[in-house]
């Protein structure tokens, strides 16, 4: 696989602690420090997927 090739699904999403507000990867990419581009807040976490997995123990 090319690197300027993109997997479908495989965006990474960030939220602001602060204001909650949904941020992609690439909008990060664009200014040349870490912060909420909503409230100027530089503490992100990574959203989790929806899909849970469950593991049987042993």
Known sequence: ???SEKKVG???IYECIN???KVTAEQLA???EVKCP???YRVLRKSRAPIVKHVKAR
Request: proline content about 7%; aromatic content about 0%; overall charge negative.
């Open 38 to 40: 909503i409230c100027g």
């Open 30 to 32: 664009v200014t040349p």
């Open 10 to 12: 495989a965006e990474m």
């Open 1 to 3: 696989m090319e690197s």
């Open 19 to 21: 204001c909650g507000a």
